[in-house]
Antibody, heavy 126, light 106 residues
Framework: EVQLVESGGGLVQPGGSLRLSCAASGFTFSSYAMSWVRQAPGKGLEWVSAISGSGGSTYYADSVKGRFTISRDNSKNTLYLQMNSLRAEDTAVYYCAKDEGVCTGGVCYWSYFDYWGQGTLVTVSS | EIVLTQSPDFQSVTPKEKVTITCRAS??????LHWYQQKPDQSPKLLIKYASQSISGVPSRFSGSGSGTDFTLTINSLEAEDAAAYYCHQSSSLPTFGQGTKVEIK
């Protein structure tokens, strides 16, 4: 059974940092691209960042580029999101999601998100 | 960035009624369009992949259609448990989502 379990959320002051983790199980983690998707309170879904299965290619939404860093440790089946220079507008539930797409030769062919974690809440407030 | 626009934003429907939600892409995306259901305090759940392909375990009253820029999610004979927000998502380029459609049961 596929499981994605996020952790690391919490309350942080504006300008602060936080690192989210997503522990994966039930599938060959290194074979799949992974994404972080967030949802501000009462709002819709917003894609934040993605990483190829090997970790060699990373992608970011303009809203977080230069502040967030996605990474993965395939030996630990874990996905990470390092969030720096946090702003009030980063307040959201952050989900990790498994992408059914393929990344090859440095190019990713995205697909649907077939599994999602339960989410972890990040609150940026003084 | 490919922008997805859903309509309507909100729909109040009686049980057994048919629900139609549309999703329009700002440029052609072929069939790279997927639908999700999100119930309150839950994670999104995949309903339809590649515009019209069904997902194992999803009730047959959910169906999708369309290609290019115009897509539709149809819920035939709405049930009370279908009260949720519905989102479209494109994978033709870096992922984007529609703004969501909330379906309420009258």
């Amino acid at each position: 059974e596929v499981q994605l379990v996020e952790s690391g959320g919490g309350l942080v002051q504006p300008g602060g940092s936080l690192r989210l983790s997503c522990a994966a199980s039930g599938f060959t983690f290194s074979s799949y691209a992974m994404s972080w998707v967030r949802q501000a309170p009462g709002k819709g879904l917003e894609w934040v960042s993605a990483i190829s299965g090997s970790g060699g290619s990373t992608y970011y939404a303009d809203s977080v580029k230069g502040r967030f860093t996605i990474s993965r440790d395939n030996s630990k089946n874990t996905l990470y999101l390092q969030m720096n220079s946090l702003r009030a507008e980063d307040t959201a539930v952050y989900y990790c999601a498994k992408d059914e797409g393929v990344c090859t030769g440095g190019v990713c062919y995205w697909s649907y998100f077939d599994y999602w974690g339960q989410g972890t809440l990040v609150t940026v407030s003084s | 960035e490919i922008v997805l626009t859903q309509s309507p934003d909100f729909q109040s429907v009686t049980p057994k009624e048919k629900v139609t939600i549309t999703c329009r892409a700002s440029q052609s995306i072929g069939s790279s369009l997927h639908w999700y259901q999100q119930k309150p305090d839950q994670s999104p759940k995949l309903l339809i992949k590649y515009a019209s392909q069904s997902i194992s375990g999803v009730p047959s009253r959910f169906s999708g259609s369309g290609s290019g820029t115009d897509f539709t999610l149809t819920i035939n004979s709405l049930e009370a448990e279908d009260a949720a927000a519905y989102y479209c998502h494109q994978s033709s380029s870096l992922p984007t989502f529609g703004q969501g459609t909330k379906v309420e049961i009258k």
